[in-house]
């Protein structure tokens, strides 16, 4: 079977070598978010409602979900929604997102945003900085230890935050041992209900996880999550943030949808 994770990072690393000529590091340092002060997303999801909501427009298990509405609309209908946090997409080829998507985030809001992309260069770290991001997503599947340790460092002299994505027990063990030697207590681990080499769902995963997470940690689910009883149920059992897309993406108002489902779980 395909390995789409594989095929991505493939991508991921010829379309970076082009951005890399086109746009130097030094026109990066130059944008005005560049020098921005961020926006707390470990704080905005533990006091908040814990729904971190998705821009994307599409995926490459589900393609195009045909949502009509415009990346600030979505947004700012986030936000009024009560959303703890907003991750924008702006992997092109396979999502359809794009750095401008980014930018216009975060004119448009004032809750955290987690850059949420493939990751695989420092450099994606001063274009997240420079396009307005306050976080960051590191995959463990498509890293090594030193490239996860190195990342996670330079982003956090940034003042950016990590959101590091696990998908088994193994990947969690080497985030575990990365992070222990770090000075900070704001640790956030998601779970990637989706299997990221075959796009394959189970909230399971999630479950059986957890008890492996280190103390302490702000615990994420994220993907394939679209009943608010089971965000209840995680919840119940220590996860405090949630990570919510596809099923808010494919309704005809996403922002409505979002508020719906937040009202559901706070019932």
């Not at 000529?21 to 409602?49: C, D, F, V, W």
């Not at 030697?181 to 990221?196: A, E, P, W």
């Not at 996880?209 to 615990?219: D, T």
């Amino acid at each position: 079977m395909e390995n789409i994770l594989n095929k991505i990072t493939i991508q991921t690393a010829k379309d970076l070598n082009t951005r890399k000529k086109n746009t130097p590091l030094s026109n990066l340092m130059a944008m005005t978010h560049y020098s921005r002060q961020t926006i707390s997303l470990y704080e905005g999801i533990k006091n908040g409602s814990g729904i971190i909501a998705e821009h994307k427009r599409q995926s490459p298990s589900k393609g195009s979900f045909g949502c009509l509405m415009t990346v600030q609309e979505v947004m700012q209908g986030y936000e009024k929604a009560g959303a703890s946090a907003i991750s924008c997409l702006t992997d092109h080829p396979f999502f359809g997102g794009s750095l401008e998507d980014l930018i216009a985030t975060r004119k448009q809001i004032n809750i955290p945003v987690l850059r949420k992309d493939f990751m695989i260069d420092s450099y994606q770290i001063h274009e997240s900085k420079a396009y307005g991001a306050d976080a960051i997503l590191l995959i463990a599947a498509c890293l090594n230890n030193e490239e996860l340790k190195s990342m996670s460092l330079e982003a956090w002299d940034f003042g950016l935050e990590i959101l590091f994505e696990v998908h088994d027990l193994e990947e969690l063990n080497r985030i575990k041992e990365i992070t222990a030697s770090f000075d900070t207590s704001k640790y956030i681990i998601g779970v990637n209900n989706r299997d990221l080499k075959r796009f394959q769902t189970d909230i399971q995963n999630s479950k059986d996880l957890l008890p492996h997470f280190p103390q302490g940690v702000l615990a994420i689910s994220e993907s394939g999550i679209s009943n608010p009883e089971v965000v209840k149920e995680l919840n119940n059992l220590g996860f405090q943030g949630f990570l919510i897309g596809e099923n808010f993406m494919k309704t005809e108002n996403p922002g409505t949808s979002c508020k719906q489902f937040i009202k559901s779980i706070q019932s």
